[in-house]
């Protein structure tokens, strides 16, 4: 799969890209990722790449024509007779936000142009033009979308075919199976064995799955119920569930003094 991202900020998708499983994945050639700079198509002595807004107000816009060229460097590149043309996501905090499902379905694209806002953003009419999708990556305010991007290429990147070791198999995410993750615990010369459930040290590995289980179950139901009501429980799921919350809510009682 190849990313191409329009950003005045290479380097830092670059070194992102160059990172832990999905810079291992680039080096397998499973991912490939360029980035495309406004700034080399920007004319004049200074390369301006903002603009002012019509309408005034403080902030500035990207400028539309160093975008324009940009993007069609980065649209005529690479591609080889009979390709469909790539569609372009703009990071966006107006943007549908970011799921799992949704990077699946990224995932399996062969090829994806990520466009990242800097300023107050892009010029509508560039955006309605030539945009296809707009994603952001949550309800909170960043200076710009390369780190959005980065967050889609990591999660993309990941899910490449080989990206991952057999332990890291994807299939086991969080998310992907509805649930949160259970705690994890490791040796420690510090710590000792002191506060890690017994079941983990009991070598009986059926108990041992049945507790991450519920662990998994109790877990999203305290923190995450949103993504509870979404899936349904088999019936050992809910026997789990419900003995983790019987217990959980006994723990929560006041006690009483006689
Ligand atoms: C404070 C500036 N805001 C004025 C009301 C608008 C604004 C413009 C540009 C807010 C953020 C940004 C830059 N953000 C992104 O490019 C972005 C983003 C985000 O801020 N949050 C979540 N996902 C994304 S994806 C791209």
């Given at each position: 799969m190849r990313f191409d991202v329009i950003t005045l900020f290479p380097e830092f998708i670059d070194h992102c890209a160059r990172i832990g499983v999905v810079g291992r994945a680039r080096e397998r050639g499973l991912l490939d990722v360029a980035c495309w700079n406004p700034r080399d198509y920007a004319g004049g002595n200074y390369r301006r790449v903002d603009e002012r807004p019509f309408g005034g107000g403080p902030g500035m816009l990207m400028m539309i024509e160093p975008l324009r060229e940009c993007l069609a460097a980065a649209r005529a590149a690479a591609v080889m007779p009979g390709d469909t043309p790539a569609p372009l996501i703009h990071l966006s905090p107006q943007g549908e936000k970011l799921t799992q499902a949704m990077v699946r379905k990224l995932a399996s694209q062969p090829r994806l142009l990520l466009l990242c806002g800097r300023?107050?953003?892009?010029?509508e009419r560039l955006i309605e033009r030539e945009v296809d999708a707009e994603v952001s990556i949550g309800d909170f305010v960043l200076s710009g979308g390369e780190l959005a991007a980065a967050v889609l290429i990591d999660a993309v990147g990941r899910l490449q075919h080989g990206a991952l070791n057999d332990e890291q198999s994807a299939v086991q995410d969080s998310f992907e199976g509805g649930l949160l993750d259970c705690p994890h615990y490791t040796r420690s010369e510090s710590l000792g064995t002191a506060g890690v459930p017994d079941v983990l040290l009991s070598g009986d590995h059926a108990a041992i799955a049945r507790w991450r289980r519920q662990q998994a179950l109790g877990r999203t139901w305290l923190r995450r119920p949103d993504l509870l009501a979404r899936t349904t429980l088999c019936d050992d799921d809910r026997a789990l569930l419900a003995a983790f919350s019987r217990e959980w809510l006994r723990a929560q009682a006041v006690p009483t003094s006689k």
């Amino acid at each position: 799969m190849r990313f191409d991202v329009i950003t005045l900020f290479p380097e830092f998708i670059d070194h992102c890209a160059r990172i832990g499983v999905v810079g291992r994945a680039r080096e397998r050639g499973l991912l490939d990722v360029a980035c495309w700079n406004p700034r080399d198509y920007a004319g004049g002595n200074y390369r301006r790449v903002d603009e002012r807004p019509f309408g005034g107000g403080p902030g500035m816009l990207m400028m539309i024509e160093p975008l324009r060229e940009c993007l069609a460097a980065a649209r005529a590149a690479a591609v080889m007779p009979g390709d469909t043309p790539a569609p372009l996501i703009h990071l966006s905090p107006q943007g549908e936000k970011l799921t799992q499902a949704m990077v699946r379905k990224l995932a399996s694209q062969p090829r994806l142009l990520l466009l990242c806002g800097r300023y107050e953003g892009i010029d509508e009419r560039l955006i309605e033009r030539e945009v296809d999708a707009e994603v952001s990556i949550g309800d909170f305010v960043l200076s710009g979308g390369e780190l959005a991007a980065a967050v889609l290429i990591d999660a993309v990147g990941r899910l490449q075919h080989g990206a991952l070791n057999d332990e890291q198999s994807a299939v086991q995410d969080s998310f992907e199976g509805g649930l949160l993750d259970c705690p994890h615990y490791t040796r420690s010369e510090s710590l000792g064995t002191a506060g890690v459930p017994d079941v983990l040290l009991s070598g009986d590995h059926a108990a041992i799955a049945r507790w991450r289980r519920q662990q998994a179950l109790g877990r999203t139901w305290l923190r995450r119920p949103d993504l509870l009501a979404r899936t349904t429980l088999c019936d050992d799921d809910r026997a789990l569930l419900a003995a983790f919350s019987r217990e959980w809510l006994r723990a929560q009682a006041v006690p009483t003094s006689k």
